[in-house]
């Protein structure tokens, strides 16, 4: 799993390292929250729209939903057949920005994410670290949460480098380093052979 504030890189990240796996023979999966299924896409169009005002609480249970379908139908799945799932976000998201940006109590959010992912925990959670500003700026076309200014992000990053500390067995924070996408691809792929052993 990937993850992130605005603008990290990490649809880019998890592209590469589809590819790379790809390139290993290996059965691979890419996938996204919210979306992934024809329904969580739906779930992700409302989500993201700009012109839709929800609260953190409404916001988690959509969240929560998308997630559900998509570990119904993609994720447990593929697992079960033996198959790798890169994930372009996930339960992590959840935490930092209905969590701790968000207001909500972590303890309905963890709540809620046992009964979405029936107790699935990716193996590795890679989280990339931008400075909430720079990353802001990168956005071309922001959705309703790049929307939500720079004070909600900067809670959104201290969410994640918790979320580090809450799950440290499967938590590697990726310093992002602007105009070198490549480098911290090579960083990835570190920890993936050490964890798959390619």
């Known amino acids: 799993m990937i993850e992130g504030g605005e603008g990290c890189g990490k649809d880019y990240q998890a592209d590469l390292l589809c590819d790379y796996l790809k390139q290993k023979k290996l059965e691979v999966i890419l996938t996204r929250e919210p979306g992934g299924t024809t329904e969580s896409e739906k779930i992700r169009d409302i989500l993201l729209d700009k012109n839709h005002k929800l609260s953190p609480i409404t916001e988690l249970f959509l969240y929560e939903a998308a997630r559900r379908d998509l570990n119904e139908k993609v994720i447990i799945p593929s697992l079960e057949e033996g198959k790798i799932v890169i994930s372009k976000r996930g339960f992590p998201s959840t935490y930092a920005y209905q969590g701790f940006a968000g207001d909500l109590d972590l303890e ?66 990726i310093p992002y380093q602007d105009g070198n996408p490549q480098a911290m691809q090579q960083e990835i792929r570190h920890h993936i052979k050490q964890r798959l052993e390619i």
């Open 108 to 173: 309905i959010i963890k709540r809620e994410n046992k009964l979405a992912m029936e107790g699935v925990i990716p193996d590795l959670l890679f989280i990339i670290n931008i400075n909430p500003q720079q990353g802001l700026n990168k956005e071309i076309n922001p959705d309703r949460f790049a929307q939500k200014g720079l004070k909600y992000h900067l809670r959104v990053n201290e969410g994640y480098l918790e979320l580090a500390k809450m799950f440290p067995d499967i938590s590697i924070v």
